[in-house]
C-alpha cells in the first residue's frame, strides 16, 4: 500500500457497520493525556504542550459528525499533533499563549523530567521530523509499524527505513547499544 | 542500557507525569446540535455588525502619549513591550491587526482572570472590519489590550501573541 493509499484510508476508513458512535466528549477524556505525551515529545515545551494538544481537540470537535466515523479517529488527531508539534511557528504560537493563560491564573506547565531522562527526549526532538515522529509514535503509543504507517500517511516500509535511521542515530547521539527490531 | 530500555524507562517516566492530567473544558464544547450552535454564533455575529456603536465611548481612557512607540522599516506603528519579540501592533496592515469588537473593554476584561497577573490596559490602534461588500476597512479606535507581568525576560513569548483575538503586551515586573 502506498503512503497515498494509506492517507486515504486514515481520512475515509468509514465503517457502515458501526451504529453506535463514540462521542466527542468520551473520545476526548480518552485520548487527553496521550495527546499531551505526544506533543510534548515532539515539541519539548513544557508550557504549550496542552495547548498544541487543545488545538488539534479543537479541530476534532469542529469536523467530528466526519472525524467521528472513521474507524480511528485516534490516528487523525495524532497526525494533526505530530505536524503541529513539530512546527516552529505552532509551537511558539502554542506557548505564548499558554503562558498568557499561566499569568492569567489558569495554566500551570507540566512538571519537568528527570535530567536523564529530558536527554533522551532532547535526542529524538533533534532527529528529522518524519524520524522523530515515528520513534514517538513507536515507543511512547507502542503502535503497529502499520499503525504508524496509516498515522503518518507513509508506507509500511518507508516507516520501518525511518524507524531503523532513528534508531541508529538515537543510538550514537546517546552513547547506547540498539536491538535489532523492526516490528 | 539499550536504546530500546532508555526509551522505555523515558516513556514511563513521561507517562507517570502526566497521568493525572484532567482535560479542561473546550470552548464551545458541546455535543449534538453542532449546526444549531454555528447558526447562533452567526447570528450574534451580524447582529454585532449591524448594530455594533462607532468606536467605543464610555471605557475609553485618554491616549497613553508617553507610551513608548516606533515605526519599523514597513511604517507599521508598534507598541514597544518589554519583550521584543512579542510587540503589539497598533498601525499596520489587517494582517495582524485585532478585529473590530475583539478589543472593546467588556470582552478583554471577560479574558482577565482575577487574582492572575493580567490586566486590561488600553491600546488605542487601528483595528479590521468587513464591509458589507466584502473589502476590508481599517479604521482607529480607542481599544484595549491584555497586558501580562513576567518575572524575567526568560518568561518572553518568541513571537507576537494574541488571545483570543486580543493582543496581549507584555511588562516586566518593577518596570
Known amino acids: ?183 | 542500557m539499550t536504546l530500546e530500555t532508555r526509551l522505555s524507562a523515558a516513556t514511563d517516566e513521561l507517562r507517570q507525569r502526566t497521568s493525572d492530567l484532567v482535560p479542561p473544558d473546550l470552548p464551545g464544547r458541546r455535543e449534538g446540535f453542532p449546526y444549531a450552535w454555528i447558526a447562533v454564533g452567526l447570528g450574534v455575529l451580524l447582529a454585532s455588525f449591524i448594530l455594533w456603536p462607532s468606536p467605543i465611548s464610555e471605557q475609553s481612557l485618554a491616549s497613553d502619549t508617553s507610551r513608548d512607540t516606533y515605526t519599523d522599516e514597513f511604517g507599521r506603528v508598534w507598541y514597544a513591550t518589554d519583550c521584543p519579540s512579542a510587540d503589539v501592533l497598533l498601525v499596520g496592515s489587517a494582517d495582524g491587526l485585532p478585529m473590530k469588537g475583539h478589543t472593546s473593554f467588556e470582552r478583554v476584561q471577560s479574558y482577565v482572570g482575577d487574582g492572575g497577573r493580567a490586566s486590561v490596559v488600553p491600546r488605542n490602534g487601528q483595528v479590521w472590519e468587513r464591509l458589507g461588500d466584502g473589502s476590508i476597512s481599517v479604521t482607529h479606535v480607542d481599544d484595549y489590550m491584555i497586558e501580562v507581568t513576567i518575572n524575567d525576560e526568560s518568561e518572553c513569548p518568541q513571537m507576537p501573541i494574541s488571545n483570543n483575538g486580543i493582543p496581549v503586551a507584555f511588562r516586566l515586573v518593577g518596570d
Not at chain 1, 495527546?35 to 479543537?58: H, K, N, P
Open chain 1, 1 to 183: 500500500m502506498t503512503g497515498a493509499d494509506n492517507r486515504r484510508s486514515v481520512r475515509n476508513s468509514v465503517d457502515p457497520i458501526v451504529l453506535s458512535l463514540e462521542t466527542f466528549e468520551a473520545f476526548y477524556r480518552r485520548e487527553y493525556g496521550a495527546a499531551v505525551r505526544l506533543a510534548y515529545v515532539l515539541s519539548g515545551s513544557r508550557w504549550g504542550a496542552e495547548d498544541l494538544a487543545q488545538e488539534a481537540f479543537i479541530a476534532a470537535q469542529q469536523r467530528w459528525h466526519e472525524i467521528g466515523r472513521y474507524s480511528n479517529p485516534g490516528s487523525w488527531l495524532r497526525l494533526v499533533i505530530a505536524n503541529r508539534s513539530v512546527s516552529l511557528y505552532r509551537r511558539k504560537l502554542a506557548e505564548g499563549r499558554a503562558l498568557v493563560k499561566a499569568l492569567a491564573g489558569s495554566r500551570k506547565a507540566l512538571e519537568a523530567s528527570q535530567p536523564e531522562f529530558e536527554e533522551v527526549w532532547a535526542a529524538v526532538r533533534k532527529l528529522p521530523q518524519r524520524q522523530s515522529q515515528v520513534i514517538m509514535l513507536k515507543y511512547v503509543e507502542e503502535q503497529t509499524l502499520q499503525e504508524i504507517a496509516e498515522v503518518l500517511g507513509l508506507s509500511v516500509p518507508t516507516v520501518g527505513t525511518h524507524l531503523q535511521r532513528a534508531r541508529k542515530a538515537l543510538a550514537e547521539s546517546l552513547g547506547t547499544m540498539t536491538e535489532e527490531k523492526t516490528t
